[in-house]
């Protein structure tokens, strides 16, 4: 069974930085693309960044790109989503998703639909 858990979020003033963490357990976390997806309150669930398996491509919403990074470490079975200059509009409940099935599920991918695990979020408040 899959597990995805994540840590890290809590209160961050304007302009500050935050480490988000993503724990994988239950499968070969090195064969799959893995991504973050964010949900404001009353929003929809929104596509943040996502990294390949192999960890040599990765994408990013516009929003995010330059001040946000994804990155992983295998060996810990961990994504991670460092966030810099952080806003009030990054403030809300983030998600770590894998891609284990589906075509080229190894690449990064955009659409929600296109990932098959969750995790249960973190909450990131970003204060003004």
């Known amino acids: 069974q899959v597990q995805l858990v994540e840590s890290g979020g809590g209160l961050v003033q304007s302009g500050g930085s935050l480490r988000l963490s993503c724990a994988a357990s239950?499968?070969?976390?090195?064969?799959?693309?893995m991504g973050w997806f964010r949900q404001a309150s009353g929003k929809e669930r929104r596509f943040v960044a996502s990294i390949s398996a192999s960890g040599s491509t990765t994408i990013y919403a516009g929003s995010v790109k330059g001040r946000f990074t994804i990155s992983r470490d295998d060996a810990k079975s961990t994504v991670y989503l460092q966030m810099k200059n952080v806003k009030p509009e990054d403030t809300a409940v983030y998600y770590c998703?894998?891609?284990?099935?589906?075509?080229?599920?190894?690449?990064?991918?955009?659409?929600?639909?296109?990932?098959?695990?969750w995790g249960q979020g973190t909450q990131v408040t970003v204060s003004s």
């Open positions: 998703a894998d891609r284990r099935s589906g075509p080229f599920y190894y690449n990064p991918a955009t659409e929600a639909a296109q990932y098959d695990d």
């Open positions: 239950g499968r070969t976390f090195s064969s799959y693309a």
